[in-house]
């Protein structure tokens, strides 16, 4: 049975991504700072398909040493965990000058640090194994940087630069790297926003996307998924 490593996992993309995972029968391994939201999750997991092992750990992601315990324990209770998906992030709206001392220090341990981590944890083991996928969830404005948010720009586009990097490292060893780069997508960033769903990119289309990359032939690898909204960002 194939294990797969989720940040940021009950929730919005991650929380779709994992189901998406379990309906494919593979076992998952999600952290999340509130327990009763794992716990929650656990449930609907294993309901969902019975016959996978789920892994809960109460973890704040954003702190190196929380992170690679929850990687550590992961491994421990589940074997190789051969997909990877860095889902954690966090969206703060506010020009680079008119932000608060403390949000580029904290939104870099958020968006970038994390996939950083992970990679250096368990980048060797994929290598040894000849096997592994990686999906890092970027973001539009790794392109298309906006001046509204600076900072999140500032991190997704290092998000976006990590990934590639990790391409061409773990090329030579059969492991896949895929940036996913969405636009407009509703979770909780836009929790009371009286706009149509149907102009959104919607969390499911992104865990379908990674599942339908993911059960590619060996030799393919897509190394940068763009989903925008067909009407546009909104």
């Known amino acids: 049975m194939k294990n797969a490593l989720i940040t940021g996992a009950t929730k919005g993309m991650g929380r779709s991504i994992a189901m998406a995972f379990a309906k494919e029968g593979i076992s998952v391994a999600v952290c999340s700072r509130n327990a009763k939201d794992l716990d929650d999750f656990k449930k609907e997991l294993l309901q969902i398909n019975p016959q996978i092992k789920v892994f809960t750990q109460v973890a704040d992601g954003s ?7 929850f990687a550590a324990a992961a491994e421990l209770e589940l074997g190789f965990i051969s997909i990877v998906v860095n889902n954690l992030g966090m969206f703060d709206p506010s020009s680079i000058l008119d932000e608060s001392d403390s949000a580029f220090e904290k939104q870099m341990n958020t968006n970038l640090m994390p996939t950083y981590h992970l990679y250096r944890y368990f980048g060797k083991t994929m290598m040894a194994a000849r096997e592994g996928h990686i999906f890092t969830i970027c973001s539009v404005v790794a392109i298309n940087p906006i001046a509204e948010a600076g900072t999140y720009s500032v991190t997704k586009f ?42 959104f990119v919607l969390p499911d289309d992104i865990a379908s996307a990674i599942i339908n990359t993911y059960k590619m032939s060996a030799g393919a690898n897509v190394d940068e998924i ?3 909204p067909v009407g546009g960002q909104i």
């Open 226 to 228: 763009i989903i925008k």
């Open 63 to 69: 702190v190196k040493e929380q992170l690679l315990q």
């Open 158 to 199: 290092a998000l976006l630069g990590l990934s590639r990097v990790m391409r061409l490292e773990m090329m030579p060893y059969n492991v896949k790297v895929t940036a996913v780069i969405p636009g407009s997508t509703l979770t909780n960033s836009w929790e009371g926003t009286t706009i149509d769903k149907d102009k």
